[in-house]
Nanobody, 129 residues
Framework: QVHLVESGGGSVQAGGSLRLSCTPS????????WGWFRQAPGEEREGVATISTRDATSGATFYDDSVKGRYTVWYDNPENTVFLQMNSLEAEDTAMYYCAARTGGFCYSYAAEADFPYWGQGTQVTVSS
């Protein structure tokens, strides 16, 4: 059974940074597609970034335009953890952030909620201006 746990959320002022972690159980970080999504109050959940850890596409990433140049996603197989570094945070980044996984699959050049069967419970990120 796949279980994902996010951590690292918190409250920061605009311009600050946070690093989110996603630690899975029941699956390793390798040979899968990992995604970070966020959902602000009253909004739809949106894809922020993905990273492929599968074979030839390992390390391939996708970023939503709203976070390009500010967010970085990577993984550490020995630690079995996927990370999301968020810099230059803005008030508009305030949301619940979710880690998601699609086991055994490649990542696409976009992040669609329907493509990910496994989800964590989320970690709250609040950015004050």
């Amino acid at each position: 059974q796949v279980h994902l746990v996010e951590s690292g959320g918190g409250s920061v002022q605009a311009g600050g940074s946070l690093r989110l972690s996603c630690t899975p159980s029941g699956v390793t970080t390798s040979r899968n597609c990992w995604g970070w999504f966020r959902q602000a109050p009253g909004e739809e959940r949106e894809g922020v970034a993905t990273i492929s850890t599968r074979d030839a596409t390992s390390g391939a990433t996708f970023y939503d335009d709203s976070v390009k140049g500010r967010y970085t996603v990577w993984y550490d197989n020995p630690e079995n953890t996927v990370f999301l570094q968020m810099n230059s945070l803005e008030a508009e980044d305030t949301a619940m952030y979710y880690c998601a996984a699609r086991t055994g699959g490649f990542c696409y050049s976009y992040a669609a909620e329907a493509d990910f069967p496994y989800w964590g419970q989320g970690t709250q990120v609040t950015v004050s201006s």
